[in-house]
């Protein structure tokens, strides 16, 4: 009973003889997990997945102007911004209506489910290189082409919005500051003269 395990080299050609005797079985086993796999295939619903990937350019309209005045702040966590800006309610409300729900007029209680669900299948990263990809998982093929596009284009809108309310707010920031000095050059100039 002192035998030894059998190496490698010694045990290839013994299966190769055995998978020649029974090459009906093995055939058979083969076939068998074949079609099993076919009809598991046939029968697990289809998924879908569309994604696109946006370029996202960093630029502070305020920090050329006030380079040396002010310190800029830190770095935010961009990807949480983005996903805040793609699942908000506004944007889910159009993904609701670009997707069909809404021709069933689903309570809100109903609508509110329905978002759930599209959140949990949209999917918001930044990967290095400032590019933001939003993906989206559907059964339906169309429906999850369009709100991927629909999401994409409601983040840019969204985010020249937010770049358009920035400029406006450094303008006013800038115009109100011209203006203070502006008044207390104008009261020096005064209490000069008198």
């Known amino acids: 009973m002192n035998e030894k395990p059998l190496s490698l080299q010694a045990l290839v050609p013994v299966l190769l003889e055995e998978a020649r005797r029974r090459r009906v079985v093995l055939g058979l086993v083969f076939a068998g997990i074949a079609l ?17 990937t946006i370029l996202v350019q960093e630029s502070n309209i305020i920090a050329p102007l006030m380079e040396g005045a002010a310190t800029p702040t830190g770095t935010a966590n961009r990807a949480g911004i983005a996903r805040a800006v793609i699942l ?11 997707g069909g729900w809404l021709a069933t007029k689903p309570s809100p209680v109903e609508a509110d489910r329905i978002i759930e669900g599209i959140k ?4 918001v990263q930044f990967s290095r290189d400032n590019l ?24 840019i809108s969204e985010s020249l919005a937010s770049k358009q309310r920035e ?9 109100n500051q011209v203006k203070a000095y502006k008044d207390k050059l104008t009261s020096a100039e005064d209490k000069l003269k008198d």
């Open 167 to 175: 400029s406006r707010e450094a303008f006013e920031f800038i115009d």
């Open 88 to 98: 908000s309610r506004k944007v889910m409300d159009e993904a609701l209506a670009a």
């Open 132 to 155: 933001l990809t939003i993906s989206y998982s559907d059964s339906d093929p169309v429906r999850t082409y369009k709100l991927t596009q629909l999401f994409g284009q409601l983040f």
């Open 36 to 52: 099993a796999a076919l009809v598991a295939g046939l029968l697990l619903p289809k998924k879908y997945q569309a994604s696109t």
């Open 120 to 123: 949990s299948r949209t999917r």
